[in-house]
């Protein structure tokens, strides 16, 4: 196995693994109320941290597979590092904003919020479903 594969697989498990683990630690924050400027920091700097996980990791893939000659994959990967940056882009500022309102007192930010949420966990449920499905459908036979 080439170095460029073994890199690959490194990097290909540490985006499974930043992606699972994310999904699994943003999903209990829905319980809070978002009601409270701690509440929409907190869940702001725990999308943040990963997206920035994320884009290194799936960066980190794109290059190694590149490397190691499977050009599908590298694509595919370069597409997911590309995602979670657009996606820091639009969602952290988006949920700066909301927390900010909600900080002023406005309670209908708070739907908002809770909609940007629920809508960031679905794409990175989306982004590890499609993770996982390339790892299969491109598995050597």
């Known amino acids: 196995m080439s170095a460029a594969l073994i890199a690959a697989l490194f990097f290909t498990v540490a ?3 930043t992606t699972a683990y994310f999904i ?3 999903v209990p924050l829905l ?5 409270s400027p701690k509440d ?6 725990f999308f943040n941290i990963y997206y920035l996980a994320a884009m290194f990791s799936a960066s980190g893939a794109a290059v190694s597979y590149a490397f190691a000659e499977k ?5 595919g990967a370069a597409a ?5 940056a657009l996606l820091r882009r639009k969602v952290i500022p988006k949920m700066e904003t909301l927390g900010i309102q909600i900080q002023g007192g406005a309670t209908e930010a708070i739907p908002g919020f809770r909609r940007t949420h629920v ?4 794409i990175n449920l989306g982004q590890l479903v499609l993770i996982v499905w ?7 036979r």
Do not use: E, M, W
């Open 31 to 35: 319980i809070l109320k978002h009601d």
């Open 24 to 26: 699994l630690g943003s």
């Open 119 to 122: 809508s960031a966990i679905l």
């Open 40 to 45: 929409s920091r907190f869940v702001r700097a």
């Open 71 to 75: 050009p599908v994959i590298a694509i």
């Open 15 to 17: 985006l499974l693994v």
């Open 134 to 140: 390339s790892l299969t459908a491109f598995a050597p």
């Open 80 to 84: 997911l590092a590309l995602l979670a």
